[in-house]
């Protein structure tokens, strides 16, 4: 159990902070975003860190999620546990059949692929008015349910989102000590040396691909019913480029990094506020000089130091 | 000892109501007024000016001692034009800053967006966007007072009627603003027996809408109508010219400000659109109400920050409309101010003369627009 050690405390803190704090908008408001943001970057992680496949499109998957549950549930009156399990289908059998041309491309040719599909999706969602509302999107969402409670409110959707974000990263945890995570790192490295020890690399490959959407379509039909509202900028390229820095600043291929860097990205524009006109100054700062000192990503980098200042004193002792 | 010890009391006795006198006098609760504007990214043009205009008042009320004692504590943020933002903003102004009224919400699609949350929390909210969809059908917290895409279009259609043009060709960009004025366009056509024979969309961010221009020239339209703000429409304008067609132009009200002059040069030239009276604020006659308004506006707001746009105006209207309000209930409670706001009646402002009830959160009329033309690099009023 030593291995989900760092897990428990982390799951701990997180259900405990309501508690202790139930009416502190950091933690209410702002953390519905951080747990969601959350789950997309520990998603794309498993992509980007564990099987170095760059994405540029994950946001197309997230707002997949949020449009089917938006559209099912108001349009066809669908109950929105319904709605959510098909959108999730939709956006497996999608990413099923976009992964199999997608992956056989490699470094700039992927990024530029996985940008089309993200691109292309946007513009579905601006243009098919009809069927989307346009750009000023939709609103009225049932409430979801969960076992006869209503969650209605901040601390119920607090519980909800927490639960599903644990539930990602605990998955992704147990997805690199496995063997299919040892099939992925193998991929990551060098993939004709995988070919050669015998692993499926388009299998492996697409494989985590769908998981990684399915895990954003699941957390798009949340953020749909949690915002009550859903409109295409909420799923631009900008958002895809947002989760892949989120990734990068916490540590490629560590899901705590993922961690690490959608919590910080997430809670920084709220506490940088308070600089006003230089907000988008002093963040960009922020992240140059993390990117500049730590470039492994902040949790990876924090990481490795401490673990080699901890073998030093072994030594010396 | 017993002297002095009534003394003593008899000063305690005064210093405590003198205390409790200063503390009566400041204690007068703050009205928080909060604001979510997109001060910066593509709708900074008409964010910008509604910031300035307000944090302008809200200084000169506050200088002259607050609304019946009532300082404003005003809180701002900028949403760059983005509904997620505007929806973190909100929740922001509603749970972290607990505002009383939020004056705001620069575009229709961050207006809408905030729309659940200001009725389920309960704050007055006076929006400073376009869409109808914002008042229509009637939300119970929620008020506006630019004039509506629908006033627009039907103000177009009326001077078309006049001018007996029957067929017009449509051209709209694909932001919330001309997606909804290009609706109403195309539903209200038919009422004023006026055919559209062309219906052409660019996205906002084109540089060119030629393809489209020689599509509406191969149709047998009379006139064209483009909705939509920012530099698209001075594309189109320059793009008509270039393309020599000789057809009447009509353009929304998204483009009354000189910069779209600025833009499009030459090209703007006898463009007309309906617009607020403030464009044209000297233009006025004498005897017209809203003339004084406007011109203490329009002096106040050049003296400090350059040439006045309609869409301060806006702004300037909320703030008002909310001062009045507050002072007709004489307290700071939510639900009190908006049922006076909801009262207002005769209350002059830039955009025209305000008349809200229960069934009408906007009260503007068609006469509040102005049809203007575009002479010489000027604004021209025309009726």
Known sequence: MKRLAGFAIFAAVCLLLPVIFPDNYYVTVVGLTIFLNITLAVSLN?????????????????????????????????????????????????????????????????????????????????????????????TGLPTLSLFGVAIDSDIKWYFVLCSYMLLSVLFSLNIADSRAGRALSAVHGSEIAAQMMGIDTAKVKSHIFVFSALMAALAGSLFAHQQDFVSPESFSFFFSIELVTMVVLGGLGSTFGAVLGAFILSILPEVLIVFEDFEVLVFGLILMVIMIFLPEGLFVS???????????????S | MRFFKNIV??????????????????????????????????????????????????????????????????????????AKEAKNFVNR?????KVDVIIGGTTSGNS?????????????????????KIVEPVKKWVFKTPHTDKMAAEKIFADMKKRGIKKAALITGNGGFDKSGRAQCLAL????????????????????????????????AQAIINFGFGKAPAIVAKNIKQLGIKLPVYESHGVASKKFIELAGDAANGIRLPAAALIVADQLPADDPQKKVLLAYKKKYEAKYGPVSTFGGHAYDALFITVEAVKRAGTIDRAKIRDEIEKTHGFVGTGGIFNMSPTDHLGLNLDAFKMIEIQNGNWKLLY
Not at chain 1, 302 to 316: D, E, F, V
């Open chain 1, 46 to 138: 498993l992509l980007m860190g564990y099987a170095g496949q760059i994405s540029l499109g994950h946001a197309a998957f997230f707002g997949l999620g949020a449009y089917s549950s938006a559209i099912l549930t108001i349009k066809y009156g669908l109950n929105p546990w319904l709605a959510m399990i098909l959108g999730a289908v939709l956006v497996i059998c999608l990413s099923y059949v976009l992964s199999r041309p997608i992956l056989r491309l490699k470094g700039h040719y992927l990024a530029m692929a996985t940008l089309g599909l993200g691109i292309i999706v946007h513009i579905f969602f601006v243009q098919a008015d009809e069927l989307t509302g346009g750009p000023d999107g939709i």
């Open chain 1, 302 to 316: 924090l990481k490795n130091r401490a673990a080699m200042m901890l073998s030093k004193r072994g030594i010396g």
């Open chain 2, 9 to 82: 009391t008899l000063l305690a006795v005064f210093s405590l109501a003198f205390l409790s006198g200063t503390s009566l006098v400041q204690a007068k609760d703050t009205l928080k007024i909060g604001s979510f504007l997109a001060v910066t990214g593509p709708a900074s043009f008409l964010g910008d000016p509604e910031l300035k205009t307000l944090q302008m008042y809200i200084e000169e009320i506050n200088a002259k001692g607050g609304i019946n004692g009532h300082k404003i504590e005003f809180v701002h943020y900028d949403t760059k034009g983005k």
């Open chain 2, 93 to 97: 102004l509603i749970k972290k800053d």
């Open chain 2, 112 to 132: 809408l967006a905030v729309i659940d949350i200001v009725e389920k929390a309960k704050v007055p909210f006076i929006s400073l966007a376009g869409s109808i």
């Open chain 2, 189 to 220: 056509a038919p009422k004023y027996g006026i055919e559209i024979v062309a219906d052409e969309k660019y996205g906002n961010a084109d540089t060119d809408m030629t393809t489209q221009l020689t599509k509406i020239r191969a149709t047998d």
